[in-house]
Each structure stands twice: as structure tokens, then as C-alpha cells.
């Protein structure tokens, strides 16, 4: 076939399949937090405490798996590595509905019924132990496998797009999360009601065995698909030479490069300065992600299934949308302002870190509708999704090539650690809080305890900030 004759678009399908592929990673991880309150606590008779501990064990073990996820994909291939990352964990998914057999099973009583009610307090805690370990299995199952969704999708969209659309098709598949997020409020609750909780972890994880079938037939490699003309693969491959050109000359730069071990980078600011920058951060955003759906619950006593919760919680996530032009920032200070490039996106994460101060006011405005606070957290949210959009950058500005990996890993691990320690605490406090009848600044129990959380998670952002500018005042790069 001619190259002149019309370009096929078939890259185009492959960047659909990674947009539902992101849809489904995000469902899936949301199953848990909108059947949390109204069906898996009362069977199995969690505190806050049990939740705060699986949500943070499932944040740590994914920054951990983070850290191998994207050699593991490089080592097996496009195809079979994101076909391993999809089956692991959409498995991981569907083996929570197994959890209440299981305890059953170990603790001696038949039916969901029968142990929801349950009274003896030794039963109780034997009951709500067995399930926690038994949801943290397969929660971790589940953080294994999705670790790889965004290496695999990246590494996909770099086979399939030149690098002048790369930017294009990673926003559109990115754009998957939020369309995930979206459609989980409006989905899981009501498979929840109407099949039981243990179908909406099946079902929705099964979607991802579907993706499976549609991937194993539809992609193969651009120069090997028979889908692909010779028009479209010449536009593909465009930048085939440079690329060449530049691997030759980063292999070059490697030779004379001095490699930085992974301790010798402990002993730079650079290292804690970008570490400080995720530790709180990260696990502010895992906690409205996981919290929400509670926090509508006990404050405004809304059920999962109800529309005004479903709206609410789908309100939040459009707002988090905003968060697209976090990007853009930093290089109006760079190109107007002509400042350098860390310089640029530190003065960008300052603004965006007065933006999560609003959260401060939830509590207090709460009574006025619960919108005031799905409008105030969707900001804060919107306002982590700009920070985090700058903060990876900030390495590349400091660390040589051939570092950035390792210092990525170690600030995904302060993030992981930071967001355990969140989750954990936060799920203590509204115990506490609860049982204590606490009262604070007009807000009682529970809803003292979000108060707390709620203030924490708005100064996270200038905390971590100024830790950012008191380890490295100004721009100073790391020569190897």
C-alpha cells in the first residue's frame, strides 16, 4: 500500500482501550468506600479504625508496588505486561467477595445475617478481625496489579503516538479517572442494594476480564498490526531518527554520568525537600478519596444509594476536573517571568497550596447544605491534583537523568507512608471522637473528629511547602 494513500487511525482505538482500562482501575478502587457505611460495616462490625487500617495498608502497598511496576511492564512487553496488571487486579477485585464466606467460615457462624447480629463483644472482635485481614489480602492483591495500569498505558500511548500527540492521548486516557470516579456513586451502590455487596466487587471487577478479551485481539505492536497502513505507521513512527539519535546520545551521557546510589541520595536536601512534598500531600488525597463517601454518611445520614449522594459525590469529582490547567502555571512564571524552571512551578505549588485552606471551613459551614462541603473538598482535591502535577517535575529540575527513578521511588514511598499513617489516625480519631462525644468549635462526635482531619488535610499543602523551601531555598541541582 502506497504511504500517500489516506492514513488509518487506529491508534486512536488503542487510546480507547486505555481510557476504559483507567475507567475500570478507578471503579474498582472505589467499590469498597461507597459499600463501606451501609453494607460491609454492619456484617462485619468495623470501627473506623478497621476501614483506616485497610485504606492505609492498601496506600502503602501500592507506592510500594509502584516502585517495581513499571520494570516489570518494560521487561514483559506492552501486551502481556498490562494483560498480567489487568488479570491481577481485577482477581484482587472480584476475591473480595469472598471476604464474608471466608470469615464465616473461620469464626463458625452461617450467614451474613446471623453475624451482623452478633452481640457477644469477643464474637464481635473476632468477626471484625478475621474480615479486616481477610479484605486487607485482597486489597493488596488488588494494589499489586493496579500499580501497572499507568506504566503500561504510558509505555502503550509512547508505541502508538509520536511525541507531538503523546501529551493529547495521556490526557484523554488520564481522563479515564475521572469518568471512574464518576460512574462509581451512580453503579456500586445500586448493584450493592440489588445484588448484594459481594456481586458489585464481582461485577465490577469482571468488567476488567471483558477489557482482557478486547486487548488480546485488538493490539499488537504498530509495525505488526495488520490494522495499521503504511500512511499511519510513517506518522507514528515520525520521530523514529531522533529518538535513535537521542537514545545514542543518553547512552553517551550515561557512560560519563556518575551514577548516584540509592543511600548517597538520602544525603541530599534535594531528596527530603521532594519527600516532604509527597508525604502529606498524598495521603490527603487517598483520604477524601476513601472518606467522602463516610463523611456524607455521619454528618448529612446519607445512604449510598440515595440520588442526592450520588450527585454529591459525582458533583466533587467534576470540580476535581479543574485541576487540568495545574500544568499551565508554572510556565506562564517560566516564559513571562523568566525564571527558572523550579523556581517557576515552586511559586505555581505556593498558590495552589492556599487553595486547600478553604477544606478548613467544612465543618463550620456544613450546616448551611451538605454542598458547601462537596464544593469546598472538590476544590481542596482539584487544588492536590495541580500540586501533584508540579512536584514530580520538581526532580527532573534537580537530579540527573539518572537519578530520577530512585528519587521518584523514595518520594512515592514517603507518600505511601505518609498516607498509612493518615488513614490509620484518621479512622482512631472518629472512633475516638464518637465514643468520646467530643465537642468542638460547635462540632460534636464524629463530626469533631472530621473537623480535626478536615483542618490537618488544608494546611498539609503550606506545611510540606515550606519544609519544600527551607531544605532547598533556591534552585540548586545535584552535579553527579
Not at 451482623?116 to 479486616?132: E, G, L, Q, R, Y
Not at 511525541?163 to 460512574?183: H, Y
Not at 510556565?331 to 515552586?346: E, L, S
Not at 478536615?454 to 540548586?476: D, H, N, Q, R
Request: with cysteine; charged share 15%.
Amino acid at each position: 500500500m502506497s504511504q500517500t494513500a489516506k492514513k488509518t487511525n487506529y491508534r486512536w482505538i488503542i487510546c480507547v482501550l486505555l481510557f476504559f482500562a483507567t475507567t475500570v482501575n478507578y471503579m474498582d478502587r472505589q467499590v469498597l468506600s461507597l459499600t463501606f457505611e451501609d453494607f460491609i460495616r454492619p456484617e462485619f462490625h468495623w470501627s473506623n479504625n478497621h476501614y483506616g487500617t485497610i485504606t492505609g495498608i492498601f496506600s502503602l502497598f501500592y507506592a510500594v508496588a509502584m516502585l517495581f511496576a513499571g520494570s516489570f511492564i518494560d521487561k514483559l512487553g506492552t501486551k502481556k505486561g498490562y494483560l498480567w496488571s489487568i488479570g491481577i487486579w481485577s482477581f484482587g477485585a472480584c476475591i473480595h467477595a469472598v471476604c464474608g464466606v471466608l470469615t464465616q467460615k473461620f469464626v463458625g457462624i452461617e450467614g451474613a445475617q446471623a453475624m451482623a447480629a452478633v452481640t457477644a463483644a469477643d464474637t464481635v472482635a473476632k468477626i471484625a478481625t478475621i474480615s479486616m485481614t481477610m479484605f486487607i489480602i485482597a486489597r493488596c492483591i488488588l494494589a499489586l496489579g493496579e500499580a501497572g495500569n499507568f506504566p503500561a498505558a504510558i509505555k502503550a500511548t509512547a508505541e502508538y503516538f509520536p511525541k507531538k500527540d503523546r501529551a493529547f492521548a495521556t490526557s484523554i486516557f488520564n481522563a479515564g479517572s475521572t469518568v471512574g470516579a464518576l460512574i462509581a456513586p451512580f453503579t456500586i451502590p445500586v448493584l450493592a442494594a440489588r445484588y448484594g455487596w459481594e456481586l458489585a466487587f464481582i461485577i465490577i471487577g469482571a468488567l476488567g476480564f471483558v477489557w482482557m478479551g478486547f486487548w488480546t485481539f485488538l493490539y499488537k505492536k504498530p509495525d505488526r498490526n495488520p490494522h495499521v497502513n503504511a500512511a499511519e505507521l510513517s506518522y507514528i513512527e515520525q520521530d523514529k531518527a531522533a529518538e535513535e539519535a537521542e537514545k545514542a546520545a543518553a547512552a553517551e551521557a550515561a557512560k560519563r554520568e556518575k551514577s548516584i546510589s540509592l543511600w548517597k541520595c538520602f544525603t541530599y536536601r534535594q531528596t527530603w525537600a521532594f519527600a516532604f512534598g509527597k508525604l502529606l500531600p498524598d495521603g490527603v488525597w487517598w483520604f477524601y478519596l476513601f472518606w467522602m463517601p463516610s463523611f456524607l454518611k455521619n454528618v448529612y445520614g446519607m445512604n449510598s444509594t440515595e440520588p442526592r449522594f450520588q450527585i454529591a459525590i459525582g458533583a466533587l469529582y467534576l470540580i476535581v476536573m479543574l485541576s487540568i490547567f495545574g500544568g499551565y502555571l508554572p510556565t506562564v512564571f517560566i516564559d513571562k517571568q523568566k525564571m527558572n524552571p523550579y523556581a517557576g512551578r515552586m511559586k505555581a505549588m505556593l498558590i495552589f497550596a492556599f487553595f486547600p485552606l478553604v477544606a478548613l471551613a467544612t465543618l463550620p459551614l456544613a450546616h448551611v447544605s451538605y454542598w458547601i462541603p462537596v464544593v469546598l473538598i472538590g476544590i481542596a482535591a482539584a487544588a492536590h491534583q495541580a500540586w501533584s502535577a508540579n512536584i514530580f517535575s520538581t526532580v527532573g529540575d534537580m537530579f540527573p537523568k539518572s537519578t530520577i527513578a530512585t528519587v521518584t521511588g523514595i518520594g512515592g514511598m514517603a507518600g505511601g507512608l505518609g498516607s498509612f499513617f493518615i488513614q490509620k489516625g484518621a479512622g482512631m480519631l472518629f472512633d475516638a471522637s464518637e465514643r468520646g462525644g467530643w465537642s468542638l468549635l460547635g462540632s460534636q462526635g464524629i463530626e469533631a473528629g472530621y473537623l480535626i482531619m478536615f483542618t490537618f488535610c488544608g494546611l498539609a499543602y503550606l506545611f510540606s511547602w515550606i519544609m519544600m523551601k527551607i531544605l532547598v531555598p533556591k534552585y540548586k541541582p545535584i552535579q553527579s
